[in-house]
Nanobody
Framework: QVQLVESGGGLVQAGDSLRLSCAAS????????MGWFRQAPGKEREFVAT????????YYADSVKTRFTISRDNAKNMVYLQMNDLTPEDTAVYYC?????????????????WGQGTQVTVSS
């Protein structure tokens, strides 16, 4: 059973940066695409970014593509989300997700494994 644990969230000011980390265990992490999703208060969970199994293909939501960078280190079973120039609209619980597909996946139903989430709060 794959387990995902996010870390790195916190309270920051608008314009600041944060780096989220996701540690994977219990499975063949390096074979599958990974993603980040987020859920703001009162809203549905939404796609943020995805990275293919080897890290060569990346895809982002339009709202973050010029500010966020997803990466992975398969040797360490880690996925990262570097978030720059944060705005209050980025405030949400951020979830790491693992799929059973090798290439980028954008939809929740394509992900089987989920972390517990880490809170990111951006003040204006």
């Amino acid at each position: 059973q794959v387990q995902l644990v996010e870390s790195g969230g916190g309270l920051v000011q608008a314009g600041d940066s944060l780096r989220l980390s996701c540690a994977a265990s219990g499975g063949t992490f390096s074979r599958y695409a990974m993603g980040w999703f987020r859920q703001a208060p009162g809203k549905e969970r939404e796609f943020v970014a995805t990275i293919s199994w080897a890290g060569y293909s990346l895809y982002y939501a339009d709202s973050v593509k010029t500010r966020f960078t997803i990466s992975r280190d398969n040797a360490k079973n880690m996925v990262y989300l570097q978030m720059n120039d944060l705005t209050p609209e980025d405030t949400a619980v951020y979830y790491c997700a693992g799929s059973e597909y090798r290439n980028n996946r954008e939809y929740e139903y394509e992900y089987r494994y989920w972390g517990q989430g880490t809170q990111v709060t951006v003040s204006s």
